[in-house]
Every structure is written in C-alpha cells, then in structure tokens.
C-alpha cells in the first residue's frame, strides 16, 4: 500500500521541511526510509560577531513498524526510549561515539511515534552519518569489533533503572514453543510445501532435542536472564565508513529480557559465515573459525567480567541454538506461505532454511574447538588475564 510519506515525515520535529524520501532496502521486517531534510539558513547568518544557526541538509532514518510482527507497538516505542535515553546517559557527552547513538525524534505532539489515520505506527531516528552495515563479513577485525559492540550494549543496559522492559513479541526465543509452533505448520501444511522440504523438516526432528537445553537452565536458575538484544545479527550494528570502528547498535525493537548466549548466538549465526543468509551455493556457508576466534575476543572483552560461570559455557551452545532456531523460524515461514519474513524471490525462505542448516552442522563439527577458543579468549581469570 502507498503511504503518504512526505505527510508523514512531516509529523516529526525535524530541522527543516522533507526534500527527499529514499526506502533503505535492507532488514526483514520493519519498512525503513532515509528523509533528507532542507533547513535555511537562520536570518542574520554569516554576519560577523553573530552565531544564527546555518542551513543545511538533515537525514533521518523513518520506519513504519511491522504491527503483524510487534502488536504492541507503543510498548516498542517506550522500550527503545528508556533504552536509547539510558545509553546517551551512560555515555559521556564528550564519548566520541555520545554523538553518534541513536535518539528518538518526537513527533509533533511530543510522542515517541506518529500514528497515521490507517493505524499505522511510524518512529524517526537521527540518521547515524559516515558510518554503515554489513550484510556479512570476511573481515576478522569486523568480526571482533561488531561482537565488542554487542557485548558493549549488553554491558551498558546491565544497570538500567525501573520496571523490566515490556516483552515485545511473546516467547520470541522460547525455541521449544518454535517448536511446537513448527509442528503444527508442518502438520497443517497449508499451502502443500512440506514435501519440498522433507530433508529440512528430518533435520529439525532429529535436532529437536536442542530446542530445551537452554530454556531448562533458565528455569533451573543455572543461567540468568538479563537484557539482551535478541536481534544481534551482523546489519543490527553501525561501523565508521573511514575507521570501521563500532558506531552504535541499532534496531531495539526486541531489546527485552534474554540471554547473553542468543546475542553471542546470532553473532555467530551471522558474522561467523563469509556467505550471504540466503546463499543458494552451500558450499560456501560454513562457521569460519578465524572470524569466530576474532567474535569470540570481541564478545568476551566487553562481557567476560560480568558473565557467570555457567553462561561462559553456553555462548558457543548459544550459537548452535539460535541458527537451529532460526533455521526453524525460516521453515515454519516457508511452510506457511511466507507470512512474518519479506521475502524476494520463490523459495526464499527454504534458502534461508537450508544456509542455517548447513550452518548448524557446520557449529556441531566444530564445536570443540569453538569451545577452546571461547575459553582462551576469556583466559584462566577472565579478559585480559
Ligand atoms: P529491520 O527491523 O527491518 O531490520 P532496522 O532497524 O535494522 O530494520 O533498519 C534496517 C537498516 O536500515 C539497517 O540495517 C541499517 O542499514 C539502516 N538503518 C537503520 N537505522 C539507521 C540509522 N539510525 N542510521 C543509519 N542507518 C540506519
Ligand atoms: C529479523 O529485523 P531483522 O531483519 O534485523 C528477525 C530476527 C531474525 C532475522 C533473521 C523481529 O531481523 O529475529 O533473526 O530477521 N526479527 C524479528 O535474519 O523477527
Ligand atoms: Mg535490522
């Protein structure tokens, strides 16, 4: 459907009126846009001995929140602003990187987001300038700097005051209730696919015992829940265009409770694998073991004080997990007609299905070493010892 985009972008208390609207092309759910605004110059300026502001062009980044995906989309909004106000409190203003976090921009009515007439949620952030994402990487450095980020942001939001943050999709690394959920897709099989997928649906049942281990220490008290990302794929953080140093982690839609091993997880999910995703040639996905030795000290330097015991033992299970349960979120999607993720092509969700496959077999093969490098990045008394 069209939306009225220069109406909306509009309705945010931007610098300047709207020029130009781009869409951003990446991301799975949310529709996201670049605004470039104009603002003139104020009057008087240029004149020696006064300091009006000067004009210029702005860039903000406008998103119309997924609601199939995040039905609560105020409570998304009330997250990301206790969120994103905790960090820039954390972070001192003269932090180089103060500048470069994101802020909500309030729309007109002083709101963290804009409603349009047909309900739709819209947010605006600050456009973070000369920095940009990955889709994935080759690049040890990267791969360090992008899991010190992560580790970085989950250090940050370990002393975040108030009531624990809403939970914004239900049971969303609940990976027994995955499960579940799968079975029931497969079972109905709606739009007649399971039978184009019969290797894909074996591989999950033979797995399926790797759904609970996770789930059963949290209930056992063996593993703490604190704030995670949940989403900490490699194009859900900002590197600088010149340095490639870490900028900012974005995409705090599902900041919520969690563990640190998803987040670990998903980096290695993402940022372990030279291949896109969806790479259709599976020879080319597998867990390079010089980018996970680079996440691996990137991720413990900024977390290794504050992780217990029984979590340092669980990030390379963490990885195996979350592939597993993304491998059975794409399936579930594939075989109930391509409902939650934006798809491109036929068959896009079963490519994505069959890379995180390959992925977790790649993880179970070489688990061992994974597990030395861990614990040789954290060193006998941690980080640094
Ligand atoms: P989705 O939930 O759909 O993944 P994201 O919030 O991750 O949406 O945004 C999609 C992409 O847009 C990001 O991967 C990034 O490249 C770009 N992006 C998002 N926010 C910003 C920002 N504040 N500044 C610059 N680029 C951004
Ligand atoms: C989605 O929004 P994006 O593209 O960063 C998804 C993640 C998946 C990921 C798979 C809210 O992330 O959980 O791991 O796709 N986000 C949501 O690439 O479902
Ligand atoms: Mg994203």
Not at 52 to 66: F, M, S, W
Not at 130 to 135: E, S
Not at 149 to 165: A, V
Request: net charge negative; glycine share 8%.
């Amino acid at each position: 459907m069209g939306h009225d985009l220069q109406f909306i972008a509009r309705q945010f208390r931007t610098r300047g009126e709207p020029v130009e609207i781009a869409p951003v092309p990446v991301g799975h759910i949310n529709d996201t846009y670049v605004v470039t605004t104009w603002s003139p110059a104020a009057p008087g300026w240029g004149t020696p001995g006064t300091t009006p502001e000067g004009g210029g062009a702005t860039r903000y980044i406008l998103q119309r929140i997924n609601q199939i995906v995040f039905t609560k989309p105020v409570a998304v909004m009330a997250n990301v602003v206790r969120i994103t106000e905790h960090i820039r409190a954390k972070l001192k203003t003269e932090c180089p990187l103060f500048l470069r976090q994101l802020v909500v921009i309030a729309a007109k009515d002083g709101q963290a987001y804009y409603e349009d007439a047909a309900g739709n949620v819209w947010r605006m952030y600050n456009f973070i300038e000369n920095a940009l994402t990955y889709d994935s990487l080759q690049d040890a450095a990267l791969a360090r700097e992008a899991a010190r980020m992560f580790g970085w942001f989950q250090k940050l939001l370990t002393d975040l005051p108030g009531p624990p943050l809403h939970e914004t999709i239900r049971g969303f690394h609940d990976t027994p209730a995955r499960f579940v959920r799968f079975q029931e897709v497969f079972q109905a099989d709606a739009v007649n696919r399971a039978k184009t997928a019969q290797a894909e649906i074996d591989f999950v049942f033979e797995n399926a015992a790797l759904c609970h281990v996770l789930s059963d220490l949290v209930a056992r008290g063996e593993i703490p829940v604190r704030i995670a990302h949940n989403d900490a794929k490699i194009n859900n953080v900002m590197f600088d265009t010149s340095t490639c140093a870490g900028v900012c982690v974005i995409d705090l839609d599902t900041v919520m409770p969690g563990l640190a091993a998803y987040d670990f997880g998903d980096l290695v999910r993402t940022a372990t694998c030279p291949a896109a995703e969806d790479e259709r040639d599976l020879s080319k996905v597998a867990v390079d073991i010089t980018l996970f030795d680079a996440l691996a000290q990137g991720f413990v330097a900024e977390t290794g004080p504050f992780l217990t015991p029984a979590e340092r033992q669980h990030l390379v299970f963490g990885g195996q997990l979350i592939t597993f349960e993304q491998m059975i979120r794409f399936l579930t999607d594939y075989l109930a007609g391509d409902v939650y993720y934006k798809v491109h092509r036929a068959g896009h969700n079963l490519d994505r299905t069959r890379t995180q496959m390959k992925l977790v077999q790649s993880i179970l093969e070489q688990e061992e070493q994974m597990n030395r490098l861990v614990e040789r990045a954290l060193g006998p008394e941690g980080p640094g010892s």
